[in-house]
């Protein structure tokens, strides 16, 4: 079951239209509660299926193409701020009052954002690998080999993990790229992921959260433990803005934990949303 949904989403200022694509597995509306899945950047909402199946039995989970992602509708600007009242217009027109909310770097930080300025709608928080500060630029190889990929117009998959192999080391990192990669109706691959905007905006994406007063319900950031996302010199401005914070370290991962060892990441949100082991 999927959809599009039209919203209206306030902006810098402004107000505009934006739609956000979103799949749902799991129970009906009513039998269980909610779980919502914020992918990464770079991202989609398919990103996550993995975990998405292993909490059907127990939820109703959604899976959202953030906005700028997927298949959901690119804004002219982005911060970080203007993403998550997106999320939370669309679960109004999904008549979802609140939920819990798992998100993975920039879909973690969405979800965070989201709980700060509107805590009612966040049942529960759970972070995979990103803290809420300002990060330093890191992404200059990746933007470089999707520039490159995108001035090629590669006429296969094969062409594009070529070029970008000579500025990205990686291979998962690559192979998870390579997802949001589509052939246009000339042949040629395209991102899919807005890339001249999340170049045009990336220090908005980079920035720290800043709230009111603190979200005081449950929350649990899960780190890689190879990852230098969550550092220990974070932990002050994680407990201010979330005071009931934990953080369970899952050891040979980096950021790209919830791939790397999927069954292990996927047993510690099930654990801390409450679904049953199995």
């Given at each position: 079951m999927c959809g599009h949904v039209s919203k209206?989403?306030?902006?810098?200022?402004?107000?505009?239209?934006?739609?956000?694509?979103?799949?749902?597995?799991?129970?009906?509306?009513?039998?269980?509660?909610a779980v919502v899945l914020l992918h990464g950047l770079f991202g989609m909402g398919s990103n996550l299926g993995a975990?998405?199946?292993?909490?059907?039995?127990?939820?109703?989970?959604?899976?959202?193409?953030?906005?700028?992602?997927?298949?959901s509708s690119w804004l002219q600007s982005s911060d970080i701020p203007t993403m998550a009242r997106c999320v939370a217009h669309w679960m109004e027109e999904q008549n979802l009052p609140c939920a819990h909310f798992m998100g993975h770097s920039l879909g973690g930080k969405l979800a965070m954002q989201l709980a700060l300025s509107d805590a009612g709608r966040v049942d529960s928080l759970c972070?995979?690998?990103?803290?809420?500060?300002?990060?330093a630029p890191h992404h200059d190889n990746v933007l470089a080999a999707l520039g490159a990929v995108q001035e090629a117009a590669c006429q296969s998959r094969g062409d594009a993990s070529q070029i970008m192999g000579r500025f990205l080391a990686e291979d998962i990192l690559i192979q998870f790229l390579l997802m949001s990669i589509r052939r246009n109706e000339e042949g040629v691959y395209t991102w899919r992921f807005n890339l001249a905007g999340i170049i045009k905006d990336y220090d908005a994406i980079r920035a720290g959260l800043e709230a009111n007063e603190p979200y005081s319900r449950d929350v649990l950031f899960i780190k890689g433990g190879d990852s230098d996302y969550i550092l220990r010199e974070h932990r002050a401005r994680i407990m201010t803005l979330f005071p009931q914070a934990a953080v369970k370290i899952m050891p040979g991962c980096g950021h790209w934990l919830h791939?790397?060892?999927?069954?292990?990441?996927?047993?510690?949100?099930?654990?801390?949303?409450?679904g049953d082991e199995g």
């Open positions: 209206k989403c306030v902006g810098a200022q402004r107000y505009m239209d934006i739609n956000l694509h979103h799949s749902v597995i799991g129970r009906e509306p009513g039998e269980a509660p975990l998405a199946r292993a909490l059907q039995d127990d939820f109703r989970v959604y899976s959202v193409d953030l906005p700028n992602h997927g298949k972070i995979a690998d990103i803290a809420p500060v300002k990060y791939a790397q060892k999927p069954r292990l990441f996927n047993s510690i949100v099930r654990r801390f949303l409450g």
